[in-house]
């Protein structure tokens, strides 16, 4: 019997293959089911039959209940081929090691009266919103973690978490200013990021349950590094560290580690990074209690070092932030008439084509598709290299285009320089703005 792939094990049978399997075995015994009357009892029985026996295997519904199928069973028993909740249970049970959950973006907001009005609320009593929509276009609308009092003619700091969890709450400094719970003579800004983290994608869940194995194994694998990364929590607040991109040189095993860093927006947190360094160290901080560190005993881990209490620790280095921004980009659209290309729209209005495009590349930018020293294109004259090219960009241009119904990108016209080299320890972020974008639309029917 001819052994079979991983893919043609994972693909279901139709309900049209199993019949046709089912006739030709029905013909070698000596009837013909080509011959049986339509509609009639035998051919409803074997074209039923075979349509419940497709279900089985690709999934579906039987009398209203979802049927997973065969095949996707199969696959969630697979690292490599698991997916969703299969895969998070994976991590839970085969792994053991309960996959990550995601975040609420929280962080300081500060609040200034300039009224004789005093305004007391409980924990998650008082809203406030961020004034820039998110990938989605929902305005990220936050509460006040613990009561507060604002007396007459005073400032205060109070944190505020947002109202639901993941990135998409995430918020840049000043833009949380909208109180939303009316303070007469009361204005509102949040003087720092305000971060939140999403579930692990299913691929960075694969990476996790991967570098999980090395807590068996650990002082040396270059996964023992990953997962104690992975696992670390920030050495203040004991939140997860807000770590989503990190390298690791491929001589961890000799004893000697250079590890480069960043978070979704480049830069990096120093009591993530003492964080990791404790994780790496000796596990401490883990959210994993049996890990027990990475660090073979002596080895140089990057180029940094930091002091916890009393001990000098190797600690991994923040990548370099470098800056994408072309002095200009043209984009030329066809889109319905009435589609708005440019400038920032009220909320609840449907976004501007420009305001679509910066927030795709906000994301392609803050992702794991754009990783420490890049990745390496064909582009140009340029047979290959490590950063972000022209190409690469313009592909982001034209997923955010094609998300809008009825739009398609025609064109694009770059002014200043439209690639970025990146060294091993550097990382791209978005320099594109509202300023340098325009969107020129020929705009289709009425």
Not at 37 to 55: N, V
Not at 359 to 368: G, R, T
Not at 401 to 408: K, M, T, W
């Amino acid at each position: 019997m001819p052994s079979l792939s991983i893919s043609q094990i994972l693909s279901p049978i139709t309900a049209a293959q199993f019949r046709s399997y089912a006739v030709a075995q029905i013909q070698s015994m000596g009837p013909n089911p080509n011959n049986w009357k339509q509609g009639g009892i035998a051919s409803s029985f074997l074209t039923a039959a075979c349509a419940i026996l497709g279900i089985l295997s690709g999934g579906g519904q039987i009398a209203g209940v979802t049927i997973g199928g065969l095949s996707n069973a199969l696959a969630q028993q697979w690292n490599p081929t698991a997916s969703g909740g299969g895969l998070q249970l994976l991590s839970q049970y085969f792994y053991g090691v309960p996959p990550p959950l995601g975040s609420y973006a929280s962080g300081s907001l500060t609040l200034v009266n300039s009224g004789g009005g005093v305004y007391s609320y409980g924990a998650g009593q008082a809203q406030f919103a961020s004034t820039i929509p998110n990938a989605v276009g929902v305005y990220p609308t936050y509460t006040n973690e613990s009561a507060f009092t604002l007396n007459a003619l005073s400032t205060l700091s109070i944190e505020i978490e947002c109202t639901f969890s993941g990135s998409g709450g995430n918020a840049i400094p000043g833009a949380i200013s909208n109180l939303v719970t009316s303070m007469l003579g009361v204005t509102c800004s949040n003087p720092n990021p305000v971060l939140g983290s999403d579930p692990l994608s299913d691929p960075a869940l694969r990476q996790y349950n991967i570098s999980s194995l090395s807590r068996n194994s650990n002082y040396g694998p270059r996964s023992s590094y990953s997962y104690a990364i992975q696992t670390a929590t920030n050495i203040v607040t004991g939140s997860p560290v807000n770590i989503n991109r990190w390298t690791i040189s491929v001589n961890s095993h000799t004893g000697v580690a250079t590890i480069y860093i960043c978070s979704p927006e480049g830069t990096t947190d120093p009591n993530d990074q003492a964080g990791i360094a404790a994780c790496i160290e000796s596990g401490a901080g883990s959210t994993d209690p049996t890990f027990t560190g990475a660090r073979p005993p002596g080895a140089t881990v990057g180029p940094d070092t930091v002091i916890i209490g009393s001990s000098t620790i190797g600690a991994p280095a923040p990548a370099v932030t470098v800056t994408y921004s072309p002095t200009s980009i043209s984009v030329y659209v066809l889109a319905p008439k009435g589609t708005i290309a440019n400038g920032t729209t009220p909320a609840g209005a449907p976004l501007s084509l420009q305001t679509t495009i910066l927030n795709q590349l906000d994301n392609f930018f803050e992702s794991q598709a754009n990783p420490i020293g890049g990745l390496s294109f064909s582009d140009d004259n340029n047979l290959s290299f490590n950063g972000i090219s022209e190409s690469a960009v313009i592909g982001q241009i034209g997923q955010a285009i094609a998300s809008v119904p009825g739009c398609s990108l025609i064109a694009t016209r770059f002014v200043g320089p439209s690639d970025l080299t990146l060294l091993a320890s550097e990382v791209a972020v978005n320099g594109i703005s509202a300023s340098t974008l325009n969107v020129i639309v020929t705009y289709t029917g009425n």
